[in-house]
C-alpha cells in the first residue's frame, strides 16, 4: 500500500467536514440483523457465538439438492422496519442471485433483492429536524464468517452466520457532516430497536455500515466519485472514517488529482482508511431472479396489521413526554432511550398523575438499581403501580422524600403496598409538634454553640440544624414543619 | 456481437474456471456457434411479456420461525476436505481485508 | 419365479409382496442379479452406477402401493445410502447426509432402492454421453445411445431391472431418453413434485420424473412422489389426484396435434408411428384437431439462454471448500479454479460459461431478459389452446429415433434433439412419452402434453393408447 493511497490519523489535518470550501456528501448502506430465532431461508438457529458450524444445516451450507424456504418472521420484522421508516412496502417483491464467489458465501450466490425490493422511499428524521431520506429496504441473506488470524497461513470459515436474515436500508447521499452521520445511525438504530427488529449490536455484528463519501466544492450541484468505505464496526469510526477519507479527498481535489471510484476498507487499529486490494475487475454480480422463490406476495391486510404493531416511535414520545407530562428535554431523551424503560415511566406517570415526579424517581432509584441488579425492567421488582403509589405518599406528606427512599430499598425485596410497609417500619413522616419539638430540643442540647449563633441571627446555620433533625429523626421529620418551627426560634 | 478470446476469459474468470488457452479457441467458437442461434430471438417481439406473467404468479409460501433444520446424517468432518476445530479451511485470502459484502 | 415377477408391473409386485413378505427379497436380488449381468462385458449397459448391497435392503418395508418394488434412482437425487455423484468428477464419492423428499416418499410407499444411475454430468446432455462414469448403452441396441440425460434409469427400466426409475427433466431428459429407450417416461407440472434433494441444474425448469416399463408403472410413481413439500418452496400446495385409472374410452376428448411438432423434415417413418396413434385415439373416441403453437421454434434459443444462466450459479457451490472435489492450492483462487476445472467436463463448462456470458453486465437485457418475455410467449402458447377446448396435445417425442453413440459431436446439434420436448419444461405443464411404435427395430416415443396439473388427463389418455396399441407400441 503506497503512503499516497492511506491517509493515517496521526499525520490527518484537523477535522474540517463542514467547514472550508469543501462539502462532505455522504450516503449510509445500513446492514441490520433481523431478530429471528431461525435463519432466512432454513431452521437453524441464529444464535450467536455457538461453536463454530454447529449452526448449519444442508440449506445454508449449500449441499447439492438443498433449497431455501423463507422465514414468515424475517418478513414480518422486514416489514416493521419498512414501515416504521415511513417506506412504501410493495406488494409484490422479488429475490435475486448476487453473484459471487467467496469461501463465506457458501452457494456462490447471495439470495437478496435487486429490481424489485421489499420497500422503497423512506426517511429519518434527526433531533435537530433535519430530514434524511432512505433510497430502499431490501432483504437479503448474510455470508458466514473468515477467520484470518487463527490459524498460520490459512482462512478459517464459519457458517453459522451464513443465511442469517438482514435487511439493508440504503439511505439517500443527504448527509453533509460525520456528525449528521453518526446522528443518522443513532436515530436509525433507536427506531429499529424500538420496533424489536434488531438489536443493532455493532459488537455482535447485527448492525453493520459500509458508507459512501466523496467531497464538492461549497455550491456545486453535481456529485463527484465517491469512495465507499467499509468494515466500520462503530459509531466513532464511522464518524472518524469519513472525516479521514473526505479530507482525502479533498486534499487530493486540492493538489489537482482525481479520485477513483474504488472500495476502502478502516483500519480501527491504526486508524485508518486505505485502499482495499482491487479484485481483478470481479465486480460482475450477475444479478437475475432467484428461481427457487416465487415473489414475496404481500396483501393489504397483512400490511395493515402489521402497521398496526409499530411502537410509538421514540422522537414522537419524547415529544409527547416533554408537552404532556412537563418532562426535561434532556430527561425524556434518557427516558426514551429504551422502549421497555419509556414505557414503564409512562406507567408510573399515568398512576402517579406527577410526570415529574415519576421521571426522577425512574431516572434515579429505578435506573441505579436496575443497572446494579441487571436483567430489563419487565422483570423489575416495584412494578410501575407500587412505584405510584409510593410517589403520592411523598406528595401527600405522608413520607419524606428520605424516607420514601428507604421505604423503596425494602420494596426491591419484597412485595407489598409502600403505606403498609412505611408503617411497619416505622418510617411514616413526623409532623406532630410535639415530637418535633423534643427532637428540636435535643438538638439544642447537643449542638449549643450552633444553636447559639443561629439565636443570635446567623441565618445560614438553619439548614444544617435542620439536618440534624432529620438524622435523629432517621428521616420521618417532616422537614416543613422542622423549619417553621426552627424559624420561630431564630 | 460475437464473442471473443478475451470475453471468454473474462467470464472464465468470473466462473472461477481454469481454461487452458489451448481450448480457448474451441470454446469461442462453441459459444459463438451457440450464440448466432440466439439471434433469432432478436426479431420476436414480446417485451414485458415475462413481467406480466410474473405479476399474476402466486406468492411465495412462507415457514415459521421454529428452529428444526433438516438434519445432516454425518457430521462435517466426514465429508469436508479440511477442517480443524469445527472450522472449514481453505488457503489464507491474499486480499483477506477485502471482505467482500455481507 | 421371482425373475417373472420382476418382469410383471409394480402394482403386481407389490401385491405378491403384500401377500408373501418374504417375496420382496426374491425380487430384489433378482433386480440386483440384473444390475450385475447387465453390466458386464464389453458391451455392458453401464445404466447403474452404484449398485446396493442386497443385505441392507432387508427388514421390513412400510405397506404402501409400492412395497417391495425395486426402483432405480438417477444419480443427481440425494439418498442416504449410496452416492449422488451427478456423473461428475465433482461429486466422485459424494453421499449425501440428507435424504430427498422423492426419495423418501418412495420408500416410505415400501419401495426399494436398488441403484443409482448414470446420466449426462449434471444432466447436461441428451445422451448420457457426458457422464465422467462412461456413456449407458441404449438396451434395445447396444451401438446406440440411450438418449439423455436421465439415460441410465432409461435404460435400467427398459432392460426390466426395475419397473420404476426416477429421473429428472430440465429439457426432457425423462421423456427422451423414454422415447429412446422404449418406455414410458413422465414429467409432472412444475411445482407437483418437491425439488429437495434433486441436484439444481436450473431451478425455472428441473423436475423430478418417472420412467415406467408401462403407463400403470409410472401413473403409480407419478401420484407417490408428488405433493407438497415444506423444504421446497416452489412446491405447489394442491391435493394429489388420483392418476392411477384403467384404460377406457376418450369419447368427446380433444387432441390437438401442433403443426410445428410435425415439420416436413420429420422422418417419415417417425410420422407413420404417430399417424397409426393418431388414429388409434380416434378409434377411440377422441375429437384430433389441428392446432398451432407459434412461437414453437424459439424454444431451444430461449432454453439455451435461460437453463445455461441458471445453472451457471447453480454450479458455484461447488467449490471445494465444504464437500466434493478439491485441487489442493496455496492459493483461494488456485483452489477453485483448479476444482472446478478438474471437477467439470467440458459440457458443464460450455454451459457455465455460455450462462456467465448471458447474465454478464451490458448482455443481461439482449439475452436473458429476452429469453424470459419469450419464454412466457411460449406459455402462452399453450395456454391459449388449453383454453380453446383441446384436452390433451399429441406430438412425437423425438425428430429421430436414438442415435448412434458418439453421432453428434456438435453442441448444437445435440442440444436440438430436445426441440420438442423443452417447450413442456419452459411452460410448466406436464408432458409425457410412452412408446407408440417402432422404426429399423428402434423405438419411438409419442408425447402427451396437457395443461397445468392435469396429469389425470394425460394419463387418462396414456392408459388409453398404450391400450389400443397393445402390441403395435413395440413394433
Known amino acids: 500500500m503506497s503512503a499516497a493511497r492511506k491517509q493515517s490519523a496521526d499525520n490527518s489535518a484537523k477535522p474540517t467536514s463542514t467547514a472550508g470550501d469543501w462539502e462532505m456528501v455522504v450516503g449510509l448502506e445500513v446492514h441490520v440483523q433481523l431478530k429471528t430465532r431461525t435463519k432466512a431461508f432454513c431452521a437453524c438457529s441464529t444464535n450467536f457465538g455457538d461453536a463454530p458450524n454447529s449452526n448449519t444445516c444442508p440449506v445454508c451450507l449449500a449441499l447439492p439438492g438443498a433449497l431455501p424456504v423463507l422465514n414468515a418472521h424475517a418478513v414480518d420484522l422486514a416489514a416493521r422496519a419498512a414501515l416504521a421508516l415511513g417506506c412504501t412496502l410493495h406488494h409484490r417483491s422479488v429475490f435475486a442471485r448476487k453473484n459471487y464467489f467467496y469461501p463465506d458465501l457458501p452457494k456462490g450466490y447471495q439470495i437478496s433483492q435487486a429490481d424489485k425490493p421489499l420497500a422503497t422511499g423512506g426517511h429519518v428524521t434527526l433531533a435537530d429536524g433535519k430530514v434524511l431520506g432512505i433510497t430502499r429496504i431490501h432483504m437479503e441473506e448474510d455470508a458466514g464468517k473468515s477467520v484470518h488470524d487463527r490459524f498460520a497461513g490459512l482462512t478459517a470459515i464459519d457458517l453459522n452466520r451464513s443465511g442469517v436474515p438482514l435487511i439493508e436500508i440504503v439511505g439517500e447521499p443527504e448527509i453533509r457532516s460525520a456528525a449528521e452521520a453518526g446522528a443518522y445511525l443513532k436515530a436509525l438504530r433507536e427506531i429499529l430497536v424500538y420496533c424489536g427488529v434488531s438489536d443493532c449490536s455493532m459488537e455482535e455484528g447485527s448492525l453493520r455500515v459500509d458508507a459512501n463519501v466523496s467531497a464538492r466544492p461549497r455550491g456545486e450541484a453535481e456529485f463527484r466519485p465517491r469512495t465507499e468505505i467499509k468494515n466500520l464496526n462503530s459509531f466513532s469510526n464511522v464518524e472518524r472514517a469519513l472525516e479521514l477519507e473526505f479530507q482525502r479527498h479533498v486534499a487530493t481535489y486540492e493538489a489537482g488529482g482525481r479520485i477513483a471510484q474504488q472500495t476502502m476498507l478502516f483500519d480501527a487499529v491504526r486508524q485508518e482508511v486505505r485502499a482495499a486490494r482491487s479484485k481483478e475487475g470481479s465486480h460482475d454480480y450477475r444479478y437475475f431472479p432467484e428461481p427457487d422463490l416465487p415473489p414475496l406476495v404481500l396483501q393489504t391486510e397483512w400490511i395493515e396489521h402489521q402497521r398496526g404493531t409499530i411502537p410509538e416511535l421514540p422522537a414522537a414520545r419524547r415529544g409527547r413526554f416533554v408537552n404532556a407530562l412537563g418532562v426535561a428535554a434532556a430527561d425524556a431523551e434518557v427516558l426514551t432511550a429504551e422502549r421497555d424503560v419509556a414505557e414503564y415511566f409512562e406507567a408510573v406517570a399515568a398512576a402517579s398523575g406527577d410526570g415529574k415526579a415519576a421521571a426522577n424517581w425512574v431516572m434515579g432509584e429505578v435506573l441505579a438499581a436496575l443497572n446494579e441488579r441487571g436483567g430489563d425492567i419487565g422483570a423489575f421488582p416495584v412494578e410501575a403501580s407500587r412505584l405510584a403509589a409510593l410517589i403520592a405518599l411523598v406528595k401527600a406528606g405522608t413520607l419524606s422524600s428520605t424516607a420514601a427512599k428507604t421505604v423503596f430499598q425494602v420494596m426491591l425485596a419484597e412485595p407489598g403496598d409502600p403505606q403498609a410497609i412505611a408503617e411497619r417500619d416505622g418510617l411514616l413522616q413526623v409532623g406532630d409538634d410535639a415530637a418535633l419539638v423534643a427532637w428540636i430540643d435535643e438538638v439544642w442540647a447537643e449542638h449549643p454553640d450552633e444553636a447559639a449563633r443561629f439565636v443570635a441571627g446567623e441565618r445560614k446555620l438553619q439548614g444544617v440544624l435542620v439536618g440534624f433533625v432529620m438524622k435523629k429523626s432517621k428521616g420521618r421529620a417532616d422537614p416543613r414543619k422542622v423549619n417553621q418551627l426552627l424559624a420561630g426560634r431564630g | 456481437m460475437a464473442v471473443t478470446p478475451d470475453d471468454v476469459r473474462h467470464v472464465a474468470q468470473l466462473a472461477r474456471l481454469e481454461i487452458p488457452e489451448a481450448e480457448l479457441a474451441m470454446y469461442v467458437d462453441q459459444l459463438n456457434g451457440i450464440l448466432a442461434h440466439m439471434e433469432e430471438l432478436r426479431a420476436v417481439g414480446g417485451a414485458g411479456a415475462a413481467a406480466q406473467a410474473e405479476s399474476t404468479r402466486e406468492g411465495m409460501r412462507l415457514r415459521p420461525d421454529t428452529v428444526g433444520a433438516v438434519p445432516l446424517a454425518v457430521p462435517l468432518e466426514s465429508f469436508a476436505a479440511a477442517m480443524r476445530d469445527g472450522f472449514f479451511l481453505v488457503p489464507r485470502l491474499a486480499t483477506h481485508e477485502a471482505g467482500e459484502e455481507s | ?475
Open chain 3, 1 to 475: 419365479m421371482s425373475a417373472s415377477l420382476l418382469d410383471a408391473g409394480a402394482a403386481a409386485i407389490a401385491a405378491a409382496v403384500h401377500a408373501d413378505a418374504s417375496v420382496a427379497d426374491q425380487v430384489v436380488a433378482t433386480a440386483l442379479e440384473r444390475v450385475r449381468s447387465t453390466h458386464e462385458g464389453a458391451q455392458g449397459l453401464n445404466a447403474v452406477l452404484h449398485r446396493a448391497r442386497a443385505e441392507a435392503l432387508t427388514g421390513a418395508l412400510p405397506d404402501g402401493a409400492l412395497r417391495g418394488v425395486p426402483v432405480v434412482v438417477k444419480d443427481n437425487i440425494a439418498t442416504l445410502e449410496l452416492p449422488t455423484s451427478c456423473g461428475s468428477r465433482m461429486l466422485e464419492g459424494w453421499v449425501s447426509p440428507y435424504e430427498a423428499t422423492v426419495v423418501r416418499k418412495l420408500r416410505e410407499a415400501g419401495a426399494v432402492v436398488v441403484g443409482k444411475t448414470n446420466m449426462d454430468e449434471f444432466a447436461m446432455g441428451s445422451s448420457t454421453e457426458n457422464s465422467a462414469y462412461g456413456p449407458t448403452r441404449n438396451p434395445v441396441d447396444r451401438s446406440r445411445a440411450p438418449g439423455g440425460s436421465s439415460g441410465g434409469s432409461a435404460a435400467a427400466v427398459a432392460a426390466a431391472i426395475a419397473p420404476i426409475g426416477l429421473g429428472s427433466e430440465t429439457g426432457g431428459s425423462v421423456r427422451q431418453p423414454a422415447a429412446f429407450c422404449g418406455v414410458v417416461g413422465v414429467k409432472p407440472t412444475y411445482g407437483r413434485v418437491s425439488r429437495f434433494g434433486l441436484v439444481a441444474f436450473a431451478s425455472s425448469l428441473d423436475a423430478v420424473g418417472v420412467f415406467g416399463r408401462t403407463v400403470d408403472d409410472a401413473a403409480i410413481a407419478t401420484e407417490t412422489i408428488s405433493g407438497h413439500d415444506v423444504h421446497d418452496a416452489t412446491s405447489s400446495d394442491r391435493g394429489v389426484p388420483t392418476m392411477r385409472g384403467a384404460p377406457g374410452s376418450l369419447d368427446g376428448l380433444v387432441v390437438g396435434i401442433p403443426r410445428e411438432y410435425f415439420p416436413d423434415s420429420l422422418h417419415p417413418d417417425v410420422r407413420a408411428r404417430c399417424d397409426r396413434a393418431l388414429d388409434a385415439l380416434r378409434s377411440l373416441g377422441a375429437v384430433v384437431r389441428e392446432v398451432s403453437l407459434p412461437h414453437t421454434a424459439l424454444a431451444i434459443p430461449v432454453y439455451y439462454i435461460i437453463a445455461p444462466a441458471e445453472a451457471s450459479a447453480n454450479l458455484a457451490r461447488f467449490d471445494g471448500v465444504r464437500y466434493g472435489l478439491r485441487a489442493e492450492s496455496d492459493s483461494l483462487r488456485g483452489l477453485y479454479d483448479g476444482t472446478r476445472a478438474r471437477g467439470f467436463g467440458p459440457e458443464v463448462t460450455r454451459r457455465i460459461l455460455l450462462g456467465t456470458y448471458v447474465l454478464s453486465a451490458g448482455f443481461y437485457d439482449a439475452y436473458y431478459r429476452k429469453a424470459q418475455d419469450v419464454r412466457a410467449l411460449i406459455a402462452r402458447d399453450f395456454d391459449a389452446v388449453f383454453s380453446s377446448g383441446v384436452d390433451v396435445l399429441f406430438t412425437p417425442t423425438t425428430p429421430t429415433p436414438a442415435f448412434a453413440l458418439g453421432a453428434i459431436s456438435d453442441p448444437y446439434e445435440m442440444y436440438l434433439s430436445d426441440i420438442f420436448t423443452v417447450t413442456a419444461n419452459l411452460a410448466g405443464i406436464p408432458a409425457m412419452s410412452l412408446p407408440i411404435g417402432r422404426v429399423d427395430g428402434l423405438p419411438v416415443g409419442g408425447q402427451l402434453l396437457a395443461g397445468h396439473f392435469q396429469e389425470p388427463q394425460m394419463f387418462r389418455v396414456a392408459y388409453a393408447l398404450e391400450d389400443a396399441l397393445g402390441a403395435e407400441a413395440h413394433r
